[in-house]
């Protein structure tokens, strides 16, 4: 497979590789300034110190997979260290960023993490934690999202997709490839199987909009019991159903040879871009400002904007 062509033959960033966009000499820039600061930022944001042990366990199990698989195309973040951990005013809002863009060889764009903690008003906290690979024009394979919603010990909601780039009804054979025949459908019956887990509904259209149809996006709803049931459903069920779909993502989507023509690209490129823009301007542009006031969130903001700039 591609993926594991450059695992084993690994090219280094020196090496000759065509002109970088400006974008990429920006990022090249952050990368020899401040390349130091990885380690810190890294370590951070694998902390994830407000979650329970089940959850941490999974969240570094993901990032590990990922880091691990395409360790010799990642390049170490370069994400200044103001963003890579940043605070409200009042500390009751604390998050963790973590960008690795990948060189210029790879089908990956780049991969984001991040963590977010906030206190609530009536007691307890929300605590949102997420990973996902995003792929360039090179490959037409749809991305990876997971990303866990905790308001509070009994209740949480999933979100685990490989969101498609291109219109399943104008490319049938993607939604065989990467949907049907790797019957990812299953994990979601699996879960919904359960009677703690109900279907979790998006308030925005648009979010409906661009999942997969095999998406999970699930509410899970427990007892009393200060979370006991949770962390079961957690370790026993989550688990292991997000690690086989980010197995299927990497075999069968990032890792497979694609064949993509150049107007194929350029339909990759706007519809990337559109879907990323409306990422910040549905999803974070409007919570950020929220949790972390305006000075924090347009700092963040600027800095995956960039990122997401294709």
Not at 48 to 63: A, Y
Not at 232 to 251: A, T, Y
Not at 268 to 292: A, C, M, Q, V
Request: aromatic fraction near 8%; charge should be negative.
């Amino acid at each position: 497979m591609l993926c594991n062509h450059f695992l084993h033959s690994p090219i280094s960033i020196l090496s000759p590789s065509p002109s970088p966009s400006p974008s990429s000499r920006s990022k090249l820039k952050l990368f020899v300034s401040n390349s130091a600061m990885d380690d810190g930022g890294s370590s951070k944001f694998k902390e994830f110190p407000f979650v329970s042990n089940p959850h941490k366990n999974l969240m570094l199990d993901l990032v590990s997979t990922l880091e691990n698989r395409f360790h010799s195309h990642l390049l170490p973040s370069t994400l200044p260290s103001h963003v890579q951990y940043y605070q409200n005013p009042t500390a009751t809002a604390q998050a963790s960023l973590h960008i690795r863009s990948a060189h210029a060889h790879s089908p990956i764009d780049f991969i984001l993490g991040s963590w977010v903690h906030s206190e609530l008003p009536t007691g307890g906290s929300l605590d949102i934690t997420s990973i996902s690979g995003y792929l360039n024009s090179s490959n037409d394979a749809p991305n990876f999202v997971f990303e866990m919603i905790r308001s509070s010990p009994t209740m949480l909601v999933l979100i685990l997709d490989l969101p498609p780039r291109k219109d399943l009804v104008l490319w049938p054979d993607d939604l065989k490839t990467f949907y049907e025949d790797t019957q990812l459908d299953k994990h979601r019956k699996a879960l919904e199987a359960l009677p703690e887990v109900q279907p979790y509904f998006s308030s925005s259209l648009y979010i409906r909009t661009v999942a997969s149809p095999t998406a999970i996006m699930v509410r899970i709803q427990t007892q009393n019991d200060g979370g006991e049931r949770m962390e079961e459903i957690i370790r026993d069920h989550l688990d292991p159903i997000s690690k086989q779909v980010l197995s299927i993502w990497l075999d069968h989507c990032a890792c497979a040879k694609r064949e993509v023509g150049e107007a194929e690209r350029a339909y990759l490129k706007k519809r990337d871009g559109i879907i990323r823009n409306k990422t910040i301007e549905i999803d974070l542009g409007s919570s950020f400002p929220r949790l972390f006031g305006s000075e924090v969130a347009n700092r963040v903001l600027e800095v995956i904007k960039e990122y997401f700039s294709v």
